[in-house]
């Protein structure tokens, strides 16, 4: 992932962790500022500037949910504790009692590229409302993998679930589906299918690997990917 000081600024440093456990631990070591601008998260970028042509694949996905209900905050923590994903839960600074506001972080299975990023985001979305029981609604701006996402402040209240019952969210079924649709066409001597990401042993990878669903990725810093005309 990427670091900012202040999302008035692009600047961004990368993040260097071995695990998604050690990863939240070093963004909870700069706890974010009541009423600032920062600091914040966000896809790795190529040259340390955060934009949308910058971003570059990534092992992780955030989502928002802004004004629930007490209750609907209760469902949410429960579903994603149910689904067993390697991911944390915190409560964002416009969060109150009567209207949480929850930012939930999750590991993914394999790096995903900032075009494919929305519809993982989407389909952890449903699947969170698949658990649920019925819909929460997430903020669709976080489904942009250059979306600048706040940390979580020294008095938020944190959620976390990792240990060797969480696994990442496998990424496998809705990039399989993106394989299918005609929207992207990428340059066959370009696509790499072992990707240098973080967590190269996790379980869900060899079982995207062992079904022949391990998703093929492209590094968003080469152009060699074109939209279908």
Known sequence: MAWGESYQSA???HIEAKTF???????????SIPNGHGPYVCAPMCDGTRNAKNAQPTRVVLLDYDKLSP??????????????VCSAIWSTRSSTPTEPHRRVMVA??????????PLVHKALASAVNFTAGGEISVDPSSGRAEQPQIAPLAKSELMTFFGSQCVPFDVGAPL??????????????????????E??????????????????????????????E
């Open 108 to 117: 993914l299975s394999a790096l995903v590229t900032p075009a494919e990023y």
């Open 71 to 84: 209750s609907e905050a209760d469902r949410l923590r429960d579903a994603v504790k149910a689904m067993g």
């Open 21 to 31: 456990e050690d990863l939240f631990a070093k963004i909870c070591e700069a706890p």
């Open 199 to 228: 967590w190269p042993s996790d379980p869900l990878v060899a079982a995207a690997k062992a079904k022949g669903l391990y998703p093929q990725y492209v590094s968003a810093c080469t152009p060699t990917a074109r939209a279908v």
């Open 11 to 13: 600047h961004v440093h």
């Open 176 to 197: 399989d589906s993106i394989k299918s649709a005609p929207l992207v066409t990428i340059a066959s001597d370009s696509i790499s299918k072992q990707p240098a990401g």
